[in-house]
């Protein structure tokens, strides 16, 4: 039974950064395909960043293109996500995912099996 736990949000003023980190345990973070996705009031889980397995292909949403990255390091198990030039329309609540296969980029949180407890960001102007 997969684990994640995420950590790194909080408080940040516009154009700042933050990484997120979620740390995978019960599964390989290797072996599957893997994603971020956010939560703000109001509004649906969306998909912002999703990768399969070795980062061969990967998925951003076009809110986050070019600022946001995804990437994993396999002997930490451990999936990242580097947010950058942060926008107050980012603010959200941020969930790292895992699906149980690793085959195709997957987009919708129904496709994701596994998810962490959801981290806070909050981006002020």
């Known amino acids: 039974q997969g684990q994640l736990v995420e950590s790194g949000g909080g408080s940040v003023q516009a154009g700042g950064s933050l990484r997120l980190s979620c740390a995978v345990f019960?599964?390989?973070?290797?072996?599957?395909?893997v994603g971020w996705f956010r939560q703000a009031p109001g509004k649906e889980r969306e998909g912002i960043s999703c990768?399969?397995?070795?980062?061969?292909?990967?998925f951003y949403d076009d809110s986050v293109k070019g600022r946001f990255s995804i990437s994993r390091d396999n002997a930490k198990n451990t999936l990242y996500l580097q947010m950058n030039s942060l926008k107050p329309e980012d603010t959200a609540v941020y969930y790292c995912?895992?699906?149980?296969?690793?085959?195709?980029?997957?987009?919708?949180?129904?496709?994701?099996?596994?998810w962490g407890q959801g981290t806070q960001v909050t981006v002020s102007s």
């Open positions: 990768t399969s397995t070795r980062e061969e292909k990967s």
């Open positions: 019960g599964l390989k973070v290797e072996d599957y395909s």
């Open positions: 995912a895992s699906t149980r296969t690793g085959t195709y980029v997957y987009t919708k949180a129904d496709q994701y099996h596994y």
